[in-house]
């Protein structure tokens, strides 16, 4: 009867009496152990009479499993696979064919254990057979296909609103914007303000080579343009004219990939703005500007954060750069001596300042050539678009101090305060230290009207100590003490 019930969906055994022969319980048992992961035993009344589990995890899942007998199996499993136990054992006890049903066990720490069971009667007395398939690694596998599922939808939204951003900005810019192919140097894309410098249409535009919105004598300049940067990544900007003959404007181009396409975002500028604005700038500031990139010391113009806005000749050339497009955009602190701590000391003095001189420090050349410096900076807030200035003198060629021109040791704590960032803090310890000595040495000579030996006392140094460390701070006439 167990073997037709089961197999009934396929073709059954035809002679189960003479296949099985005297088939006893514990064989019986063994049988229905090894062809499931679980096994229950239920009376007519609902109530687990015995429980076998065939894998040792899923045991350890099912925690407490082997008090389940003598209870009910409604209490054993989820409040929502209830109806699917009821259904279960309904279907075993009538003529239907029974069905696999996904049923929730109770498990570790009040976790569910998912497992496939199929119920089948035994006997007249309403005892059913529970075969049950362990359900975790496929659970786990549709877990994992439901988050991964989340997760890329995650990414269409947030690549959608970008590219959504993107066309807001593409399309609201006022400057004139191409995206061309960079293999073909044909128009992709234009936005409105591209498509009426040109007083055509966005159909006119599209699929068009660029020259051709370029005169003659300017489109090989833009052609050769365009080619540098494909290859190098960027180009100086270069000035052409329109094919109407009339407007000038000044191209510039920039590399970025696409979908395994190179692309280039290409923008033009009227030249006629770009004089505008230099005309309405006075002459004196036009000259001010001539001597500070024409001044021997490096001259840096940064964003409130350290980004190089823009830099003279002199810096140039401390940094090893060839031209100021490859330090545009970069942070200062590339450069200097100490990334990380430098330009953070030079940034929040200048916050709390607005000011500061003389910072000593190293600068870094593109290979590896480095120099003394010493930095004056200044924060220019006034404005809509505050920045930083930095003067960057190089120090090398200044003579070493000897001993009569060395730096006069500190006398104060407003003078030893202002070496913090000059110099390390072992150096600021041992300045400190010996500013101390020196100004307690001073007052025990004051108060003993220059007796040496009562100083000595007073400071409980020997006299011998006493004159080491005059000599060492250069106090009071030894020379005479000698001759005495």
């Known amino acids: 009867m167990l073997a037709r019930r089961v197999l009934s969906v396929v073709k059954a055994f035809k002679a189960p009496k003479n296949s099985f022969g005297n088939l006893d319980a514990e064989s019986a048992a063994t049988l229905v152990e090894v062809s499931s992961d679980v096994a229950l035993i239920i009376d007519g009344a609902g109530v687990i009479n015995d429980i076998a589990v065939h894998s040792e995890d899923l045991f350890a899942e099912l925690t407490g499993c082997e008090q389940w007998v003598g209870q009910p199996w409604l209490d054993t499993v989820m409040t929502d696979s209830r109806p699917k136990v009821e259904a279960l054992l309904r279907e075993a006890g009538s003529s239907e064919q029974p069905m696999w049903r996904h049923i929730n066990q109770i498990g570790l720490r009040g976790g569910s254990v998912p497992?496939?069971?199929?119920?089948?009667?035994?006997?007249?007395?309403?005892?059913?057979?529970?075969?049950?398939?362990?359900?975790?690694?496929?659970?786990?596998?549709?877990?994992?296909?439901?988050?991964?599922?989340?997760?890329?939808?995650?990414?269409?939204?947030?690549?959608?609103?970008?590219?959504?951003?993107?066309?807001?900005?593409?399309?609201?810019?006022?400057?004139?914007?191409?995206?061309?192919?960079?293999?073909?140097?044909?128009?992709?894309?234009?936005?409105?303000?591209?498509?009426?410098?040109?007083?055509?249409?966005?159909?006119?535009?599209?699929?068009?080579?660029?020259?051709?919105?370029?005169?003659?004598?300017?489109?090989?300049?833009?052609?050769?343009?365009?080619?540098?940067?494909?290859?190098?990544?960027?180009?100086?900007?270069?000035?052409?004219?329109?094919?109407?003959?009339?407007?000038?404007?000044?191209?510039?181009?920039?590399?970025?990939?696409?979908?395994?396409?190179?692309?280039?975002?290409?923008?033009?500028?009227?030249?006629?703005?770009?004089?505008?604005?230099?005309?309405?700038?006075?002459?004196?500031?036009?000259?001010?500007?001539?001597?500070?990139?024409?001044?021997?010391?490096?001259?840096?113009?940064?964003?409130?954060?350290?980004?190089?806005?823009?830099?003279?000749?002199?810096?140039?050339?401390?940094?090893?750069?060839?031209?100021?497009?490859?330090?545009?955009?970069?942070?200062?602190?590339?450069?200097?001596?100490?990334?990380?701590?430098?330009?953070?000391?030079?940034?929040?003095?200048?916050?709390?300042?607005?000011?500061?001189?003389?910072?000593?420090?190293?600068?870094?050349?593109?290979?590896?050539?480095?120099?003394?410096?010493?930095?004056?900076?200044?924060?220019?807030?006034?404005g809509g678009h505050p920045c930083l200035g930095f003067s960057i003198r190089n120090i090398d060629r200044r003579l070493s101090p000897t001993p009569s021109t060395a730096r006069e040791m500190p006398r104060s704590v407003e003078q030893l305060t202002e070496l913090i960032g000059r110099v390390s803090l072992k150096d600021l310890v041992r300045e400190a230290t010996d500013m101390i000595e020196r100004l307690c040495i001073e007052s025990a000579l004051e108060l003993t009207g220059d007796n040496r030996a009562s100083a000595a006392e007073m400071l409980g140094l020997s006299r011998q100590s006493l004159y080491v460390k005059l000599r060492r701070y250069g106090l009071g006439d030894l020379a005479e003490e000698t001759r005495n």
């Not at 191409?178 to 044909?186: I, P």
């Not at 010391?297 to 002199?314: K, W, Y």
């Not at 450069?335 to 953070?344: F, I, K, Q, S, T």
Request: with cysteine; glycine share 6%.
């Open 115 to 382: 497992i496939l069971y199929c119920g089948v009667q035994v006997g007249d007395d309403g005892r059913v057979v529970v075969f049950g398939r362990d359900l975790r690694a496929l659970s786990a596998l549709q877990q994992r296909l439901v988050d991964a599922q989340q997760s890329m939808e995650r990414d269409y939204a947030r690549l959608r609103h970008v590219e959504t951003r993107y066309r807001l900005l593409f399309e609201m810019s006022s400057e004139a914007v191409l995206v061309l192919d960079a293999a073909t140097q044909k128009v992709a894309d234009a936005n409105p303000a591209a498509r009426h410098l040109f007083h055509d249409t966005a159909k006119g535009v599209l699929g068009r080579p660029i020259v051709d919105v370029f005169d003659p004598e300017s489109a090989p300049l833009v052609q050769g343009h365009l080619s540098l940067v494909r290859t190098a990544g960027r180009a100086d900007d270069v000035r052409a004219r329109l094919a109407d003959g009339e407007r000038e404007v000044t191209v510039s181009a920039s590399l970025f990939r696409q979908e395994a396409a190179s692309l280039l975002l290409v923008r033009l500028s009227p030249v006629d703005a770009h004089s505008a604005i230099v005309a309405d700038v006075p002459k004196i500031k036009t000259r001010l500007l001539q001597v500070v990139e024409s001044a021997p010391d490096g001259f840096v113009v940064t964003t409130p954060e350290g980004r190089i806005l823009t830099a003279n000749a002199a810096f140039l050339d401390m940094a090893q750069l060839p031209s100021e497009e490859l330090a545009r955009g970069e942070p200062l602190e590339r450069w200097l001596g100490r990334p990380g701590v430098d330009l953070d000391v030079l940034i929040a003095n200048l916050r709390q300042r607005g000011t500061i001189r003389l910072f000593a420090t190293t600068l870094r050349g593109e290979y590896g050539e480095t120099s003394e410096v010493e930095i004056s900076a200044v924060s220019v807030v006034n």
